[in-house]
């Protein structure tokens, strides 16, 4: 799974919309749309910070591992 389709899930079962996510990131809700249609790339800074709103480790996001690890437990 694109590592943007895990972060529209995640929107999608925190019950946000696409303009929720914009302000999160500081960008247009219409970027948000491109992200989740794989139309863009994401920026790095806007993937740490919607990692650390939603408290999942890029692992997870990426897919390097398919357990959600909150970064609260890392050590």
Known sequence: MDYRHKFKDLRVDNDLT????????GVSDATVGHW???KRDMKID????????YNVSPEYIFG??????????KK
């Open 36 to 38: 989740e249609n794989l």
């Open 18 to 25: 696409q303009q929720n996510i914009a302000e999160i990131c």
């Open 64 to 73: 390097f591992t398919n357990e959600i690890k909150m970064l609260s437990d």
């Open 46 to 53: 806007s993937i740490v910070k919607l990692c650390r709103f």
